[in-house]
Nanobody, 124 residues
Framework: QVQLVESGGGLVQAGGSLRHSCATSGRTFTMYAMGWFIQATGKEREFVVASTWSGGITHYGDSVKGRFTISKDNAKNTVYLQMNSLKPEDTAVYYC?????????????????WGQGTQFTVSS
């Protein structure tokens, strides 16, 4: 299995930026893709971004295109989500996740390993 540990998060004003990190360990050689999903209070988990580990395929959710960027550090087995131009509606718990077999990148059900979740709050 792949273990994920998230870091970052916190409170920022609208228009600001934050970076979310997701460090992986364990059977990292099995990783096919990484992604982020969010879950706001009272809502279902929603897709944010996902990318194959090779970087060949990347999908962004419509609400974050042009504002969020996924990147990775292969040496550290760490993936980053840079979030710019944040809006109050971006407030949610953010989860990073790993897919170990090719699957639909936008579907959380195809991701088998998950981080602990990190709260991001954007104030207006």
């Amino acid at each position: 299995q792949v273990q994920l540990v998230e870091s970052g998060g916190g409170l920022v004003q609208a228009g600001g930026s934050l970076r979310h990190s997701c460090a992986t360990s364990g059977r990292t050689f099995t990783m096919y893709a990484m992604g982020w999903f969010i879950q706001a209070t009272g809502k279902e988990r929603e897709f944010v971004v996902a990318s194959t580990w090779s970087g060949g395929i990347t999908h962004y959710g419509d609400s974050v295109k042009g504002r969020f960027t996924i990147s990775k550090d292969n040496a550290k087995n760490t993936v980053y989500l840079q979030m710019n131009s944040l809006k109050p509606e971006d407030t949610a718990v953010y989860y990073c996740a790993v897919q170990t077999h090719p699957g639909f990148l936008r579907d959380s059900r195809s991701f088998g390993s998950w981080g602990q979740g990190t709260q991001f709050t954007v104030s207006s």
